[in-house]
């Protein structure tokens, strides 16, 4: 907070965003280059959520979920079920963000097993380098240290393994007090963006089949078309036992979450209650603006667009890669990019120098906005982008490496 608060600082103050651009206070115009930590689908201003979002304002801006239901809710919940194939997820339960997404999953899996007479299984296996979010459940279970080190051993009890091999490596003894695996899809965000191994996510479903435990996806990054599908878990044919989404659930507009589960899930809750909720769960101009997102794409075609970019990009990218010996390593999952930086000799920069920030922060000058983590520079711009928006976005990021290394 120090730099923030200097006297000298002057903040960036945006005022106003129109498609994949957001303009400050001095009128200067920037691509949104992380999609406004990687909430914004389809542009900002979509004509047809902001006009949702109005629509719902006059008629029902807000009413209790406790003993009452709301139209938009309602329809949310099937159109996200229906997302998925018939039986498979069936019951979803609103939150506010990606944590509290999580945080539900966790709990219901934990009171699942109490209830099933099993109260044994309290912990929860969580990858190396994972990032849930910052509740004290979720963040127990991350990875990285500089975000969860002082909460760590204060939430749920973790097990944390690096790879499937380590996973089937687990002795009895402790699968025995498993009460759900978690993993974020195909990519670890925080961690770097980065892929795990093709495969690994049926693999990791096929184990939790065997053993009976829950997996549980955590794609509040990964959801509503970033890796090219509307969710990760298609690509390899995967239902989990519990979802979390939230981000790109409302376009990028409003905050809201959704946890989805099985009818096994549900119906071990008859005759119990699940003690969990807040103000704001399941409120409808939140719903109506994801009803309204989900809706664009589908009229817009928005999946079908996507392939022709993400190769685009790629071969952007490959080719700065090829370029640039300071670029030591490009990940890419879809529409999510990681281009991890480092000296032209191939060590590392000096943390203390903090590459990453400098670099995004010089890319302002070329009309880019975006966050690193670490020393890789994150590329996830909303999906309405075009190819000269694509070339604008790596042209900012070179730039910004030219001048500060």
Known sequence: MTPWCAPEHDPLVLVRGE????????????????????????????PAIVG??????????????LGAANVPAAQLAKALVECFPKGTLTKVF??????????????????????????HRTRFVAFKGAYHGDTLGAASLGGIPAFHDCVAHLGVPRLSVSSMAALEALSLEERRDLAGVVIEPLIQGAAGMRC??????????????AHD??????????????????????REGVVPDFLALAKGLTGGTLPLAATLTTDRVFDAFRGSTFYYGHSYFGNPLGCAAALASLRVFEEDDVLTALPPKIRYLEGLLHRWQQDDPRVHAVRQCGFIAGI??????????????????KVCLAARKHGLLTRPVLDTLVLMPPLCVKE???DLAVEALREGLRAES
């Not at 997404?101 to 099993?118: D, K, P, S, T, Y």
Request: glycine share 12%; net charge negative.
């Open 52 to 65: 949702a979002i109005q629509e719902q304002a006059a008629a029902l801006a807000h009413c209790s979920a």
């Open 94 to 119: 609103y939150s506010d963000d990606g944590s509290t997404a999580v945080e539900c999953a966790l709990r219901m899996a934990l009171q699942f097993w109490q209830i099933q007479g099993q109260a």
């Open 196 to 209: 795990w191994p093709s495969g690994l996510l049926r693999s990791l479903r096929d184990w939790c089949t």
């Open 388 to 390: 000269a928006d694509l």
């Open 340 to 357: 991890e930086i480092g000296q032209a000799d191939g060590r590392p920069f000096p943390p203390e120098d903090r590459m990453g920030a």
């Open 213 to 234: 435990v829950p997996l549980i996806l955590d794609e509040v990054m990964t959801g509503f078309g970033r890796t090219g599908t509307l969710f990760a878990c298609e």
């Open 19 to 46: 498609g994949a651009y957001l303009y400050d206070d001095c009128g200067r115009r920037y691509l949104d280059g992380n999609s406004s930590i990687w909430t914004n689908i389809h542009g900002h201003g979509h």
